[in-house]
């Protein structure tokens, strides 16, 4: 197997975690493709794992990161283990995987209708009660 491959499989197991707030709110969504991987090192059998999360105040930061812990664990050719959160950077939607960003496109497109409705309702019901002079 080669570094590559290693990481590839790192990536795999890293992939089988899911996102706790995803799963709250009954779509549970890989951390992978909500973009929380930021890198994945392998040294003399070290992986070295960098997560990125989604607000800097996740409380469920500590339970991600000891869940991908012990899925990578797991492989063969890994000794051990170094899960770190990334905090020199911020995370933003575009790096959810393509299908996660095209929900989320489409959410927002819902939601601007909906406020847009919803103010339409309000000045409409605000000039019911206006008093002509």
Partial sequence: MTNKDLIDAVKHEVAKVNDPCTCVEGNPESIVDLGLLESVEINDGKAIIHILPTTPFC?????????????????????????????EELWTSDRMADHLQQQDQEMEKKYAKYVSEQSEMDTAAAMENVEIR
């Fill in 59 to 87: 409380l469920y930061m500590t339970d991600i990161m000891n869940k991908v812990e012990e899925n990578v664990e797991t492989l063969d050719r890994i000794e051990s283990v170094e899960v770190t959160q990334e905090t």
